[in-house]
């Protein structure tokens, strides 16, 4: 960021290039789902690749979430992961918006955990599809690497990351069994 006179923030070159490179943006209902999301930027920041986050609700602030998603559009942002618990209609309407991939994910935050979150993603009507992932923490993990792979066809960086993961997930199973099995 530079100092301009007068108190303005002008973002560097070096600020503009980072935030051009962003490839998703994380949405979430509530800052109360951020516990359960966190595995998507856990996962992004493992395969080092750029994100944004915000708080955003479908329900209560319908006009930032439209805003936000046009403007996430323009500024090259390819892959969206949207969170949300209850009558989770936020990844929906972020498709709405937006011809970008959008993975929702169904957040266990209600008396009913998470059910009625993953009936309101999964059965998005014929016409605007969100890519539904499991319900809470290993669906959040899940978005990230779903989210990559999409990516994965067009950076063949992001690709060996993948395979690299997959690779040192095999070779925990195996320690494990060499460890358990009898
Ligand atoms: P609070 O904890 O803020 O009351 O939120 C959020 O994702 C959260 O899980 C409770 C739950 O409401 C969800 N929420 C949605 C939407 N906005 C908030 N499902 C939406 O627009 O779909």
Request: proline share 5%; hydrophobic share 45%; with cysteine.
């Amino acid at each position: 960021m530079c100092h301009a006179p007068g108190g303005l923030k002008i973002p560097s070159k070096i600020d503009m290039f980072s935030a051009m490179s962003k490839k998703v943006a994380i949405i979430v209902g509530s800052d109360s789902d951020l516990g359960s999301m966190e595995g998507a930027w856990q996962v992004l920041e493992d395969l080092g690749i750029e994100y944004e986050l915000r708080v955003a609700s479908a329900h209560r602030t319908p006009n930032k979430v439209k805003n936000y998603v046009q403007s996430a559009e323009r500024r090259g942002i390819e892959v969206i992961i949207a969170g949300a618990g209850w009558a989770a209609h936020l990844p929906g309407v972020v498709a709405a918006y937006t011809t970008i991939p959008v993975i929702g994910v169904p957040v266990d935050s209600s008396a009913l955990n998470g059910l009625d979150a993953l009936l309101s993603i999964v059965q998005m009507p014929p016409g605007i599809p969100v890519a539904t992932m499991a319900i809470g923490k290993g669906g959040s993990r899940n978005a990230a690497l779903y989210a990559a792979s999409i990516l994965a066809v067009k950076y063949p960086d992001i690709k060996k990351k993948i395979k690299d993961a997959r690779k040192q997930l095999a070779r925990k199973v195996e320690r494990a069994a060499k460890k358990h099995d009898r």
